[in-house]
């Protein structure tokens, strides 16, 4: 089968043949990809960066947002049959450690992620655990369903708290903060402002229903904030952006009391705020955000799919076929796309 391999440390990757998956394990089940989506996490596996350097050991197939059918199952699975219609969460949770046994698998102690710790999804065929395994309602395209990981992401960083009738501010409007506010607007927030630099993402962003986006390198993204919410600032946050001037900025646009919902990941050291002003004296909660909330999240975005509250056809910008994921690379790689799709079968 044809898959997308990191054979080397260092820049790059390769489609090449491989053998198919074969026996799965009682608790296996073997997945005929239709359709993979590319994530950040992949573009800094082809970058080769500090991180990936640190974390990824070649050779492994990357990739980690799928979606596809059922083709072989282990015998001890149950719940699932071959021929159904799912998706995958990345994060393989152990399922038996303090985290996982008190309902918060998202935090696992013993996490493996696919793509980046075992063999991942940019392939025919997968071989993975069922209990990571979602099966998808008949009515969401593949389209879609391949983006139902990231989509978790959005939905997760903004249902932590009642968005009704709130006023946020989103930074970053990369794939998952274009997601984000739609998600917020569904659920209840008046007043939905993002903070993007660049222009392809400033256009996607409005696109995706932003009621104002500001670029912080031409404006005060502080002041024009207040000035939209009556000199108050928004009562909610999402960090989207990874970047540590948004952050702050971010903070700094919250009113005291208000929440701060951190998805975003920093490279570098560690990032310094103010943490007296912006989070002690003005009384903030802050959450820290990873992955998703397992199954929660995915019961929320098959729904919101399902129903078309979410339209994922102003996210998925690009779908190619899976020989040319090179293109698809190169568009995420200077961010002229929203989430890029690649048709396997
Ligand atoms: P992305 O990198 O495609 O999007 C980030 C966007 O932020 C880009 O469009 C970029 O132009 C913009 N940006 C950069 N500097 C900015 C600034 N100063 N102000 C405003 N915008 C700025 O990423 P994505 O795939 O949409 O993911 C969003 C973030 O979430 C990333 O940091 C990613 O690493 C992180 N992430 C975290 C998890 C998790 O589980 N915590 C999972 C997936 C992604
Ligand atoms: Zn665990």
Redesign the pocket.
């Known amino acids: 089968m044809k898959a997308i391999f990191k054979e080397h440390e260092g820049e790059g990757m390769e489609m090449k043949e491989v053998p198919e998956p074969t026996n799965p394990g009682p608790d296996e089940v073997i997945v005929k990809v239709k359709r993979v989506s590319i ?2 996490t992949d573009v800094h596996i082809y970058n080769w960066d500090e991180w990936a350097a640190s974390r990824i050991k070649p050779p492994i197939i990357v990739g980690h947002e799928f979606a596809g059918e059922i083709v072989e199952k282990g015998e001890a699975v149950q719940g699932l049959e071959v021929g159904d219609y799912v998706a995958a969460e990345s994060h393989i949770y152990c399922g038996h450690c303090y985290q996982c046994r008190t309902g918060r698998a998202h935090v696992c102690q013993n996490l493996k992620i696919l793509g980046v710790d075992v063999d991942g999804a940019f392939a025919e065929y997968i071989k993975i655990p069922a209990r990571i395994l979602w099966r998808v309602s008949p009515e969401i395209d593949p389209n879609y369903a391949s983006v139902m990981e ?1 989509f978790g ?1 959005a939905i997760h960083t903004v249902t932590v708290e009642d968005l009704t009738g709130r006023t946020v501010l989103i ?7 274009i997601m984000a506010i739609q998600v917020a607007k569904v659920e209840g927030a008046s007043l939905v402002i993002v ?4 222009d392809y ?1 400033i256009e996607l962003a409005k696109r995706n229903g932003a009621d104002v986006v500001i670029n ?1 390198m031409e404006k005060d993204l502080i002041k024009e904030v207040k000035k939209l919410t009556s000199g108050e600032g928004v009562d909610a946050f999402f960090e ?4 540590a ?2 952050f702050r900025q971010g903070l700094e646009s919250l009113t005291p009391g208000g929440m701060a919902s951190v ?3 920093f490279h570098g050291d560690s990032v310094c705020f103010d943490i007296n002003n912006l989070l002690t004296f003005k009384g903030i909660r802050m959450y820290g ?3 998703r909330r397992i199954f929660e999240t995915w019961r929320i975005a098959d729904q919101l799919l399902k129903s078309k509250r979410v339209d994922m056809s102003k996210v998925v910008t690009h779908v190619l076929p899976f020989e040319e994921w090179r293109k698809g690379m190169d568009l995420m790689r200077k ?1 002229q796309s929203g989430k890029v799709v690649l048709e396997v079968s």
Do not use: Q
């Open positions: 994530c950040g990231p992401n930074t970053g409007a990369g794939p998952i903060g903070s993007e630099v660049k993402r912080p989207m952006s990874g970047n001037d948004a998805l975003g990941v955000i990873t992955g961010g």
